[in-house]
């Protein structure tokens, strides 16, 4: 059974910092990229950032540059998603999928997807 399990968010002030997870199981880890959606309640999904499958290589929406940290480790068939300097607008439901390609994310294709851990930035 494929699975993927995302954990991490909670209430934080703005500034604060949180780190998402999501937990991998039922499929070959490696041979798929990880992606984070967002989506704030009356807006559209918005992917946030992805690591590429095999080498990992992390890619972030201009506008997440420099406050997102996207991690993967392999070993634990886990991604990693750091906000720093979280803002009120960050505010989202985050959800990790996995897809071949992460720029298939921009265009919603992907295989799997969790149920996604609520972030809540307060101002």
């Not at 634990?76 to 298939?104: H, Q």
């Amino acid at each position: 059974e494929v699975r993927l399990v995302e954990s991490g968010g909670g209430l934080v002030r703005a500034g604060g910092s949180l780190r998402l997870s999501c937990a991998a199981s039922g499929f070959t880890f490696k041979d798929y990229a990880i992606g984070w959606y967002r989506q704030a309640p009356g807006k559209e999904r918005e992917a946030v950032s992805c690591v590429s499958a095999n080498d990992r290589r992390p890619f972030y929406k201009d506008a997440q540059k420099g406050r997102f940290t996207i991690l993967s480790d392999d070993a634990r068939s886990t991604v990693f998603l750091e906000i720093d300097s979280l803002k009120p607008e960050d505010t989202a439901l985050y959800y990790c999928v996995a897809t071949r390609l992460c720029e298939r994310l921009s265009i919603g294709i992907f295989d799997y997807r969790g149920q996604g851990t609520q972030v809540t930035v307060s101002s």
